[in-house]
């Protein structure tokens, strides 16, 4: 079946404009991630979603940072007044659920979106 | 709060050569720890969870390892298509839907 979808794969834009990313999980997966990755780096975790809802949104860098989703499937992670130090690959990965005091349900990643801001 | 730390940064093998990549971590109770595969320009690929200290995990020419305070990537006779960046994460009991990561080693294997 189709896997986590990103678009777009490449967005350039100049410092102060906002941007939208956009995330489609896949299909029953309840539970979505946005993670950061700055060049030769690992991933910075931004939030997740448990359907509609995000219980957790300490990895926001700043209020500049926000994200939704709807109807449990797609996401939008936005950024406004872009600054030059947002640059870096956004990755948006799903999974079948979170189940608090189970196991963890393995995340299938997309392929990013690579962010520059001029 | 979380700490993941990979060693080494980069790791050079010929074909063949066997060798191991270090994940050490702190967490306030552990759901999970995972290994991922990133090849450039692509997202993370999942390779491995581990529970429980004493687990280990097996795929291939690759074995996941875990003690109470890091986990082992061995990687016996590798092949140049093992190259890749491999990341190590951990989830908290305390948090279940937050992974935090280390930043990585990245492993060229040469012919």
């Known amino acids: 079946g189709a896997g986590v979808s990103q678009s777009p794969s490449n967005k350039v834009t100049e410092k102060g404009k906002d941007v939208e990313l956009r995330c489609d999980p896949i299909?029953?997966?309840?539970?979505l991630y946005w993670y950061r990755q700055s060049l030769g780096q690992g991933l910075e975790f931004l939030i997740y979603?448990?359907?509609?809802?995000?219980?957790?949104k300490s990895g926001l860098p700043s209020d500049r940072f926000s994200a939704e989703r709807t109807g449990g499937s797609v996401s939008t992670l936005t950024i406004q007044r872009t600054q030059q130090e947002d640059s870096a690959v956004y990755l948006c990965?799903?999974?079948?659920?979170?189940?608090?005091?189970?196991?963890?349900?393995?995340?299938?990643f997309g392929p990013g979106t690579r962010l520059t801001v001029l | 709060e979380d700490q993941v730390t990979q060693s080494p940064e980069a790791l050079r093998l010929q074909e063949g050569e066997s060798s191991s990549l270090n994940c050490s971590y702190t967490?306030?109770?552990?759901?999970?720890l995972f290994w991922y595969r990133q090849d450039p320009g692509k997202g993370p690929e999942f390779l491995f969870t581990?529970?429980?200290a004493g687990e280990e995990k097996e795929k291939e020419r690759l074995k996941a390892t875990l003690t109470k305070k890091e986990s082992f990537l061995h990687i016996t006779a590798p092949k140049p298509e093992d190259s890749a960046t491999y990341l190590c994460?951990?989830?908290?009991?305390?948090?279940?839907?937050?992974?935090?990561f280390g930043d990585g080693t990245t492993l060229t294997v040469k012919p």
């Open positions: 967490v306030s109770g552990l759901r999970g």
């Open positions: 979603f448990q359907g509609n809802s995000a219980p957790d």
């Open positions: 581990l529970y429980s």
């Open positions: 299909s029953g997966h309840t539970a």
């Open positions: 990965a799903s999974s079948l659920a979170i189940t608090a005091g189970g196991p963890p349900d393995t995340q299938y």
């Open positions: 994460a951990v989830q908290a009991t305390t948090n279940a839907g937050k992974s935090t």
